[in-house]
């Protein structure tokens, strides 16, 4: 099991932009595929974007593309999520995810963090 722990969420202006850090520990993080997905109030948690072990591959949904990058310190077993142009539509909760099979499983990991709030302001 590795132990995940998302910070950097905060309350932004619309068009502004922050950087989500998630932590792990307990296990080498290189050893994981690593996704950020999203919660906001009344709705199903979304996927956001997701990276390969290596670092050499990421995904992004359709509604970030262009304005989040995924990537990771696998040195700091840090994975990081830098969100720019920020909408009110993004608001949420932020969770990040961790799975040794690979970037497809990482929607049914068992492993997830606590999450971090994100609230953009209009």
């Known amino acids: 099991q590795v132990q995940l722990v998302e910070s950097g969420g905060e309350l932004v202006q619309a068009g502004g932009s922050l950087r989500l850090s998630c932590a792990a520990s307990?296990?080498?993080?290189?050893?994981?595929?690593m996704g950020w997905f999203r919660q906001a109030p009344g709705k199903e948690r979304e996927f956001v974007a997701s990276?390969?072990?290596?670092?050499?591959?990421?995904y992004y949904a359709d509604s970030v593309k262009g304005r989040f990058t995924i990537s990771r310190d696998n040195a700091k077993n840090t994975v990081y999520l830098q969100l720019s142009s920020l909408k009110p539509e993004d608001t949420a909760v932020y969770y990040c995810?961790?799975?040794?099979?690979?970037?497809?499983?990482?929607?049914?990991?068992?492993?997830w963090g606590q999450g971090t709030q994100v609230t953009v302001s209009s």
């Open positions: 995810a961790a799975d040794r099979r690979g970037v497809s499983y990482l929607p049914v990991s068992d492993q």
């Open positions: 307990g296990r080498t993080v290189s050893n994981y595929a």
């Open positions: 990276i390969s072990r290596s670092g050499g591959s990421t």
